[in-house]
């Protein structure tokens, strides 16, 4: 959910100028999950149009600011700067969530070695790390094609769950999606 406020200084509010705003910052709302002030100024100083957005949401607080001959042009590019601003802050967080886990994962094993071993018999040969790359099916299967691995293991570009994608004997492949 988002407020939305419009200042308009050194010019008179026309119909299209709310309008045309709102509807650039609702793209932005796929990009945050908490409800988020933002204020947009317009401003108008002889052949400058300055369009400048500021987001606050979450103790977030984004700030783009575009100057241009067209108004439509400054709102465009400041939504665009803002857009890159929570793109940039999502991955930061994803990796450090990414990073938390691993961490975890490693000290769980470390902490009961012994107890990896003993399950039914089974012994862990080798270990390894990868990192999860974000692709599509098309792609996964192209890459496994080109190591000859029997199975990879990614990110899925559109939902970004992880995903296995695992050759089967009979030349065919099984792919196993996950929630989380």
Do not use: C
Not at 4 to 22: A, K, M
Not at 154 to 164: L, T
């Amino acid at each position: 959910m988002m407020k939305i406020s419009v200042t308009f200084r050194n010019t008179e509010e026309e119909g299209w100028q709310t309008q045309y705003v709102e509807d650039r910052v609702k793209r932005l709302n796929k990009y945050i999950d908490a409800p988020a002030d933002v204020h947009v100024v317009l401003t108008v100083e002889k052949f400058r149009n300055v369009a400048e957005i500021s987001v606050m949401t979450n103790g977030l607080n984004l700030i783009g600011k575009e100057e241009s001959k067209d108004m439509h042009l400054a709102i465009d590019n400041a939504v665009e700067k803002i857009e890159r601003q929570l793109k940039k802050h999502k991955e930061k967080i994803r990796g450090y969530k990414n990073n938390t886990m691993k961490e975890e994962e490693t000290i769980e094993a470390e902490a009961f070695p012994g107890e990896l071993e003993d399950v039914a018999g089974a012994k862990i040969v080798e270990t390894r790390k990868i990192i999860l790359k974000p692709m599509s099916l098309d792609d996964a299967v192209l890459e496994m094609d080109s190591t000859k691995n029997r199975f990879v293991v990614y990110r899925n570009a559109i939902s970004e769950n992880v995903n296995v994608i695992y050759r089967r004997d009979d030349g065919g492949y099984l792919l196993i999606e996950t929630n989380g």
